[in-house]
């Protein structure tokens, strides 16, 4: 559905493929994928190119693309299973941008350095630049052909002198639609919001420090007719960026909704104590000792405990009554993990644990006991600790797996209901 939040939670081996469209607020975030997220050490391709310095296998090992270069080049060239991500950015203003980007580096653009602003749009050698007009059309929607990527620079050259077509627009709106992720320049700091809500990583404390930002003049203190004619360059541009920019904020307000929804639930456990036939997600539970939570093919929310053997839960249980805590155990990397698991009541009491394997789905279900004698220990949430015997990688189970995290068990839906209950038994 277009404008749907996709859900990936990034995992160590994910790669990551950053198209960064000039003049975008690229400069700093591709410094925050390296420094902050620390998504792995990167394969800059800053220029088409430079495509030809890399052999094509070299494509899939990097855990980390990112530069100058069209989305269906590297779409060829990556692993099948790659995570997309770029920024757009108003298109007058980009453009605008990148007209004092060249007169500030003569070495690359000589002919066209000095040049007033006004004459600069009128020059038909400079503004026929595939960066210059129609430039995030062109990087997301052009289709090269090539069989090795030494010949991509020469497919490159005879794409740019030609104009951007409605072909490569509609190409250029699929790309979008499938990317995990589609920031705006203009909402530099909500992107970041979404992009870790999106993949899982760590939020950015404070505000970003921005990179590569030059002093020039505003698309509203330009000429009438600078601004028709970037206008006229920009056509297909400006259409594509009110569509990313729809894209963005359908994204921006369904994770809103979805963390409102999970605050409100989070806000009416805690207000009227777990006891009665009450179900709930891993992923709506204070929680520490887990990896970020990920999604079975039907969209149901799991964790995996790891990297340390013990993995905690913090539940406002009704601390009047015996309860009996369900924890829907979805998958283990060996069943030993299961078997010799042991269930920790604030610290200090060992849990009776009662396991139930569930034919149909090969789950299992741990039937936690928590007396209220046990619950007393603690002001407000009950912890419960699950201490797995050890933790393996899963390519100790299949060696071609190139997960290299430390996984116990992967918990689903928790249940909480009063000892003796049907359900309970």
């Known amino acids: 559905m277009p404008g749907q939040l996709p859900s990936i939670q990034t995992r160590p081996d994910d790669q990551v493929v950053f198209v960064h469209i000039p003049k975008t607020a690229g400069t700093t975030f591709a410094a925050l994928l390296v420094g902050h997220f620390q998504v792995g050490r990167p394969m800059q391709v800053s220029l088409m190119r430079q495509f030809e310095n890399f052999a094509p296998e070299e494509f899939k090992k990097h855990p980390l693309i990112m530069g100058h270069f069209n989305y269906n080049v590297a779409r060829q060239l990556v692993s099948d ?15 605008i941008s ?15 350095v000095g040049s007033a602003i006004e004459d600069f749009f009128e020059n038909p050698v400079f503004v026929r630049q595939p960066t210059l007009y129609n430039t995030q059309t062109r990087m997301l929607g052009s289709l090269l052909t ?3 990527p030494s010949e991509i620079m020469d497919a490159a050259r005879e794409l740019n002198q030609t104009d951007v ?14 990317m995990a992720f589609v920031g705006l320049t203009e ?6 919001d979404l992009l870790c809500y999106t993949t899982g990583w760590k939020p950015i404390p404070g505000e970003v420090e921005k990179r590569n930002v030059g002093r020039r ?14 206008y006229e360059l920009n056509e297909f541009d400006l259409e594509l960026y009110d569509f990313g920019h729809n894209l963005f904020r359908q994204r921006l307000r369904e994770m809103t909704r979805t963390l409102v929804q999970n605050n409100f639930e989070a806000v009416k456990v805690i207000t009227n104590p777990l006891s009665d036939q009450f179900e709930t997600a891993i992923a709506t539970v204070e929680r520490e000792g887990w990896h970020p939570v990920e999604h079975t093919d039907d969209g149901q929310p799991f964790c995996w405990s790891g990297p340390e053997n013990e993995a905690s839960l913090w539940l406002p249980l009704d601390k009047t009554k015996d309860l009996v805590v369900q924890v829907n155990v979805l998958n283990a990397m060996a069943a030993r993990q299961v078997d010799r698991l042991d269930v920790w009541i604030n610290d200090e009491h060992k849990a009776d644990v009662d396991r139930q394997t569930k034919k149909k789905t090969a789950s299992t279900v741990l039937k936690i006991t928590v007396p209220q004698t046990a619950m007393q220990d603690m002001a407000h949430s ?3 600790t699950l201490k797995v015997p050890e933790m393996l990688q899963p390519r100790q189970i299949l060696k071609k797996n190139p997960d290299e995290r430390l996984l116990g068990v992967a918990v689903g839906d928790i249940r909480v209901m009063p000892v003796g209950s049907t359900s309970a038994r």
């Not at 299973?81 to 453009?95: G, H, K, Y």
């Not at 909402?187 to 970041?192: A, H």
């Open 81 to 95: 299973n790659a995570i997309f991500i770029t920024f757009l950015r108003d298109p007058i203003e980009r453009t």
């Open 98 to 112: 990148n007209f004092y980007q060249i007169q500030n580096h003569p070495e690359a653009w000589s002919k066209g």
């Open 146 to 148: 090539f069989d090795h």
């Open 165 to 178: 077509t409605t072909e490569e627009f509609d190409r250029a709106k699929s790309a979008l639609e499938s």
């Open 187 to 192: 909402y530099f700091d909500e992107s970041m």
């Open 217 to 230: 003049q505003k698309a509203d203190t330009l000429p009438q007719q600078v601004l028709e004619r970037i």
């Open 382 to 384: 009950t912890k419960l």
